[in-house]
């Protein structure tokens, strides 16, 4: 095969991201790893049909409308994938089963079957990787500024998956560096509206992650990833309403974990 015949996009395709307030003044960078749910042309419609595409399978519904809002609102440095996570999941390692899905919950998705090597790399090669050096080269300029960073990964989830009603209106998710999930989670709790998941409905791990433990936990940087209920932002007024919560919230929890860092600072010294 030639270089040619395997590429994926073309050169009139959209690009990979989307990136919004570069250089925005807010100590938070926000992440949309599922925010978009284009298909390279190349691959048609996967074998799904568009009522199959529009549902949450394909995409974080209501994820990159809020995050919009929420980077102009807070005035911070937002990157927003464009291509469906069914293309490649661009919250996983390619290396993982689940980078390329065959069936999503409980659809099969025929166009992701008998992938040749090559293919799988295209994916990878044009989607996931592009989008994941342009996260790196933003934290590096950043770091490079001597500017702080709190890495946000924003997420939604489907009310109902496999049958099961969830609960939660929001969840904080962490791994091994839990500091800014709990202070979200107890302002969060503090709003006495919302029932926040802890670890829920999912939590971060490496097979499961991409971007918290390689962006947030691997350079030190304090993290959350937040996972909001898809009905309660899937429309523009949902969309503001979280939007206006969490620019009121995300501010308190960063003086509250500066309060905490001086406060060790003065108990180790
Ligand atoms: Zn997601």
Redesign the pocket.
């Known amino acids: 095969m030639d270089s040619e015949s395997d590429k994926l996009l073309a050169a009139d395709e959209p690009a990979v991201f989307t990136v919004e307030r570069e250089q925005g003044n807010s100590p938070f960078l926000i992440t949309v790893?599922?925010g978009g749910r284009r298909l390279p042309r190349r691959l048609g419609k996967l074998g799904l049909s568009d009522s199959e595409l529009q549902r949450h399978i394909a995409w974080?519904i209501g994820a990159s409308g809020l995050s919009h809002r929420l980077a102009h609102v807070l005035d911070a440095w937002t990157i927003h994938q464009t291509y469906s996570r069914l293309v490649i999941d661009c919250?996983r390692d390619p290396a993982v089963e689940t980078s390329i899905v065959t069936v999503s919950e409980s659809t099969e998705i025929p166009g992701n079957k008998n992938l040749s090597a090559a293919e799988r790399k295209a994916r990878a090669d044009e989607i996931l990787w592009p989008y994941h050096r342009r996260i790196v080269a933003a934290l590096d300029a950043r770091k490079a500024a001597g500017r702080p960073t709190v890495l946000i990964a924003m997420?939604?989830f489907t009310p109902v998956f496999k049958g099961l009603q969830r609960p939660w209106h929001v969840g904080v998710l962490y791994n091994r560096d839990p500091r800014f999930a709990h202070i979200m989670k107890s302002l969060f709790e503090a709003e006495g509206d919302l029932v926040v998941g802890d670890n829920e409905p999912y939590a971060v791990g490496d097979a499961s992650d991409y971007t918290i433990p390689i962006h947030g936990e691997r350079r030190g940087l304090p993290h959350v990833e937040f996972e909001i209920r898809q009905d309660l932002i899937a429309e523009e007024a949902g969309q503001r309403a979280w939007a206006d919560r969490l620019a009121r919230l995300l501010p308190q929890a960063y003086a509250r974990l500066s309060d905490n860092r001086t406060t060790t600072a003065r108990t180790l010294s």
């Open positions: 790893d599922h974080d919250n997420h939604s």
